[in-house]
Every structure is written in C-alpha cells, then in structure tokens.
C-alpha cells in the first residue's frame, strides 16, 4: 500500500474522531507486518484524563485482533501543521515496534516521515527490567 493511501485511509477514520472538547480531530492506521490495517479515531471524554488518542485506539484494535509487529503507522489531522503522536502514543509504539515508520499528515496532504526510533531515542523496553 502506498504512503499516500494509507494517509487517505487515516483522514477518513479522522472523521469519526469524538472529540467535542478540543475539537481536534485525529485519525490513525497501522499497517502490520502481514499487511492487514487497522484504524482508530481520538475519543474524548468529560473527564478529560480519559481521553484516547487516535494512535492508541489503532494499537489497541490491532492488538485486540492478535497483531503485535506493525510497519508503518499514518497519522492525520484537520490543522495546518503536521501531529506528531504523542509521548505517550510514542511508547505505546514502541513496545510493539521500535522501528516503525511513522508518517504525519497536515490537512494539505503533505507529509512527513519518520522512524519511531527518532522520535523516541532511548526507549524504556522490557530489556531494561532485566526480568522478561
Ligand atoms: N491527540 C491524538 O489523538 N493523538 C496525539 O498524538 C496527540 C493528541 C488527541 C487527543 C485529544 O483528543 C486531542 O488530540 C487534543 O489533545
């Protein structure tokens, strides 16, 4: 699938996103090892802290379907300057994929690229608990 389809897909689940309180709407797929995708919108909540992000929602739906190794993740939004996945969508990643390719889309379409690596340079993993 290219970059562009797969961004294409992640501006289309963006417009499911529940999101009454900031109304920044975020939409997320992640392409798996084996091909198959997965999306997921942000969903807020009155009590904010509850909030999910679109990134995590994706994650969660694959994980849920059994998929554990992802390639590449797409993530789009409504405004005029590209979202980068948040901190903790980064290690939520990470703990799956630490090299994932993570591509931003602005709502212009243009894009940008990046390994998970980059963004998250010296990730906590499970090799650092020394009990895995
Ligand atoms: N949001 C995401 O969905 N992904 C991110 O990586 C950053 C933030 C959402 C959460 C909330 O609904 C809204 O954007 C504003 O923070």
Do not use: H, W
Request: glycine share 6%; hydrophobic share 40%.
């Amino acid at each position: 699938m290219t970059d562009r389809k797969l961004i294409d897909l992640a501006t289309e689940v963006m417009e499911n996103s529940y999101s009454p309180y900031s109304r920044f709407k975020v939409g997320a797929v992640v392409e798996c090892s084996d091909g198959s995708i997965f999306m997921g919108c942000n969903i807020e909540n009155a009590a904010f802290g509850a909030t999910m992000c679109a990134e995590a929602a994706a994650i969660a739906s694959a994980v849920s379907a059994g998929k554990r190794s992802f390639k590449r993740m797409a993530i789009t939004s409504e405004g005029s300057v590209y979202c980068f996945p948040c901190g903790s969508c980064r290690q939520l990643l990470s703990e799956f994929s630490p090299d994932i390719e993570v591509l931003c889309a602005r709502a212009d379409g243009r894009y940008v690229s990046y390994s998970l690596s980059a963004l998250l340079p010296m990730a906590f993993n499970k090799e650092q608990m020394g009990n895995t």
